[in-house]
């Protein structure tokens, strides 16, 4: 029994979608920029749900400001305080 060869052309178009953007909307762009500037990419997909329901210039503004902190261990965590402190929460 020999077995089918997958078809080569497929497998170098998922390999060329793979090394695309898949960003389609401004405030998933904007929840990717606060993951990448609080150094925080598990929580990436919280940080578009609140890009969405707040805008995004805003929390950028503010996750800037909490990464310029140098006193701040985590500093994913410390922008969420200051969201809920000002009630932005989901």
Do not use: C, W
């Amino acid at each position: 029994m020999q077995l089918a060869r997958p078809d080569k052309p497929y497998f170098e178009e998922l390999a060329k979608r793979a090394k695309e953007s898949h960003v389609h909307s401004a405030h998933q762009l904007a929840g990717l920029e606060i993951a990448d500037i609080l150094g925080d990419q598990k929580h990436k997909a919280l940080y578009i749900k609140l890009a969405k329901k707040h805008g995004s210039h805003k929390l950028i503004t503010l996750a800037k400001s909490v990464a310029e902190k140098k006193d701040v261990k985590n500093a994913g965590a410390y922008f969420m305080k200051i969201i809920t402190k000002e009630n932005l929460h989901t």
